[in-house]
């Protein structure tokens, strides 16, 4: 678990997962916390806190984890997500009945109730930038969700995706060992499809187990809606470049910005325009932040440099 000011949700967290017959350890990685969230994983029983000196990202904190890690599977499990039940039973299933499986990951439901599939399909440059756009009878390739391909809202049997949400996470550990761990060039948001892509690459699977539920409230790495907005359309870019190439990544670039102001202009149009300041104040964060700075950092460039650009530039605004 890596916690960043996560104090708030750390215990009930540990406390859901503890009582889990697979559980053997607790480990937790804090990113310089200000609020006492090391303190409160030590009292909800963490085996094992790791304290970095500064926030240096999610990738690069659950790699450091992974170094103090010696099972079979590693759970990848955020502070904002409580196990319920015996979820982690019928993931850790998936990965003993087939070694082609890397990863296993459950169905995620929000406070409401709402169920969420907790993967999705691999980014393109046209699903990212449509899938903010209201578009009728929406077709398949202009969205990375997924829809009516499980016979229902959700499917009934585990089935493959293309990759994972990562609030709860079973990963085979040979498999992390085999790729060196996560890219660290994510500094937070888009390390799980990454890792997905790199299943794939390797010819083997990851698994949504509808079995196993987890409840997930989000958005608790990040406190301010428009800078986790603009860390997610970042880390997409980062995404394309890697995997769809360069050509991609600007094409994202350069249609992001406008496809931001179109959403915010349709939903003050029809009155939504509390819904709309989201949108706006995004695209203008990102406009800031991109003026003295390409697509991709450059590969042995801090990425929290990128982040404090854009944590500046949000001040600034």
């Not at 085999?178 to 390797?202: A, H, M, T, W």
């Not at 995404?239 to 915010?264: Q, S, T």
């Amino acid at each position: 678990m890596v916690t960043y000011n996560s104090a708030a949700e750390v215990a009930a967290c540990l406390a859901a997962v503890h009582g889990s017959a697979h559980v053997e350890r607790l480990i937790v990685v804090d990113n310089a916390s200000s609020d006492g969230s090391v303190g409160a994983a030590r009292r909800a029983g963490a085996d094992l806190i790791l304290e970095n000196e500064r926030n240096v990202g999610f990738a690069r904190a659950v790699n450091r984890g992974l170094e103090a890690c010696a099972a079979e599977y590693v759970l990848l499990l955020n502070p904002d997500a409580l196990v319920t039940g015996d979820a982690l039973s019928p993931l850790v299933e998936c990965l003993v009945e087939d070694e082609a499986v890397a990863m296993a990951g459950p169905l995620l439901v929000t406070p409401d109730g709402k169920v969420i599939v907790g993967g999705r399909r691999f980014s393109t440059a046209a699903n990212r930038l449509l899938w903010h756009l209201p578009l009728p009878g929406r077709p398949l390739w202009s969205t990375p969700e997924y829809g009516a391909e499980f016979g229902g809202p959700t499917p009934r049997h585990p089935v493959p995706v293309d990759y994972l949400w990562g609030a709860a996470l079973l990963c085979r550990s040979s498999f992390l060992r085999e790729i060196g761990g996560l890219d660290e060039r994510f500094f937070l948001y888009s390390e799980d499809e990454d890792l997905g892509r790199r299943v794939r690459q390797l010819g083997l699977r990851s698994l949504l187990v509808p079995d196993a539920t987890v409840r997930h409230v989000g958005g608790a790495s990040s406190r301010d809606e428009t800078l986790a907005q603009a860390r997610i359309e970042m880390g997409n870019m980062r995404l394309l470049a890697k995997w769809e190439g360069e050509r991609a990544a600007r094409a994202f670039r350069a249609g992001i910005g406008p496809v931001l102001a179109l959403r915010a202009l349709l939903l003050a149009l029809v009155g939504r325009r509390d819904e709309a300041r989201l949108p706006w104040r995004t695209c203008r964060l990102l406009s800031r932040a991109r003026r003295s700075e390409s697509v991709l950092a450059p590969a042995d460039q801090d990425p929290t440099s990128r982040e404090a650009q854009i944590a500046d530039a949000d001040a600034a605004s």
